[in-house]
């Protein structure tokens, strides 16, 4: 092509480029300049920048905290607490009938309360096997062979087996057992864990492991809950009505309580040693108040249906005396002994 020769095609590259430069502020349209494109609204500067994490996280619900309910599941483990303590003192060799009396009415409290909360398949049948258990290990814990644990184990694993056959049964029940066996376990060993408060009455230093341990426990579980009432801060969670300041000042006090005790108490009991005990007891107390709040807080958040409210309210102090229980025989036989 020789330079004088005209340009045959108007569209060609050199032409395109000769229009741009007369048109520099144009805007370039849409796709092969088919389209222009929409202009983008201007945000308003008086409403507030969206929060990306807004939309990741969805809303939590804030659980007020009752202060006469609070209350009252205090005094509820205060009664529980000097039910214990005042049985224990006075059993005798040839009086403990009305101790294995009072057990009973508790472990029966328990099994109410941990069924009703809990739910396990089958829990009519569950709950009157778990009774049974209940009733032949205090027996056997009133009349067998002081300090032994081996003659309540036997109670325990009978009343799980047949608790396990009951709710295999039927078909609707056979598809749950598989997934709440763990359940069931701890509705077993936490009604028969008070028979070991007999099996503890029948050894030298057992009464007065279980006057400190119970102490511990029930002076934790009562400060906790009382503070709760007046002064629920920090949170311990947004789903769940307890504060921190109550936990920390119940385990404080009643290890304080436990050690006063211990300074009066007969040889081996130091202050150094009911402190230990006291602290072991008001934790594990606190362990199983705390976690039976977060349970109730998780069944809410999945939508479950409440339990009953006396049911719900008094499990976080039957099983905090049950594990008290488990850890006051464990200390007499292991620190004290």
């Known amino acids: 092509m020789f330079p004088s020769m005209p340009n045959e095609d108007p569209w060609d590259a050199e032409a395109s480029q000769q229009v741009a430069r007369m048109t520099p502020g144009r805007q370039k349209a849409g796709v092969y300049s088919a389209v222009p494109d929409e202009e983008e609204p201007k945000p308003d500067p008086a409403e507030p920048e969206p929060d990306p994490e807004d939309d990741e996280f969805e809303e939590i619900e804030f659980v007020p905290v009752r202060a006469k309910l609070s209350a009252a599941i205090g005094g509820f483990a205060l009664l529980l607490a000097t039910a214990l303590i005042v049985g224990s003192l006075v059993t005798g ?7 294995v009396i009072v057990l009973f009415g508790v472990q029966l409290l328990g099994l109410l309360a941990w069924t009703m909360a809990l739910q396990p398949p089958a829990a009519g049948i569950t709950a009157g096997v778990v009774a049974i258990a209940a009733l032949a290990a205090d027996y056997l814990a009133a009349t067998g062979e002081p300090g032994a644990l081996l003659p ?3 109670p325990a694993l009978a009343g799980f087996v047949a608790a396990m056959i009951a709710q295999v049964i039927r078909a609707e029940d056979r598809q749950r057992a598989k997934d709440t066996w763990r359940t069931t376990l701890l509705i077993v060993a936490g009604t028969i864990a008070y028979a070991l408060l007999i099996t503890l009455t029948r050894v030298p230093l057992g009464s007065q492991a279980i006057v400190v341990c119970c102490v511990g426990a029930g002076t934790a579980l009562v400060i906790a809950r009382l503070a709760d009432a007046v002064f629920p801060k920090p949170r311990i969670a947004l789903q769940v009505p307890r504060g921190a300041t109550g936990i920390v ?8 309580a436990a050690s006063v005790l211990g300074s009066y108490l007969v ?27 977060f349970g109730e807080a998780g069944r809410r958040l999945a939508g479950d249906a409440p339990t009953f409210w006396l049911a719900r ?4 102090p039957l099983g905090g005396f049950a594990l008290t229980a488990f850890v006051t025989y464990l200390s007499v036989h292991w620190y004290l002994t």
């Open 93 to 99: 060799p040839g009086a403990r009938t009305s101790y």
């Open 152 to 154: 309540l184990i036997w």
């Open 249 to 256: 000042l119940g385990a404080m006090l009643g290890t304080l």
């Open 267 to 293: 040889y081996p009991f130091t202050p150094t040693k009911g402190a230990v005990l006291g602290l072991i007891a008001a934790v594990a107390a606190h362990l199983i108040d705390l976690a039976v709040n």
């Open 313 to 316: 309210h008094m499990q976080g």
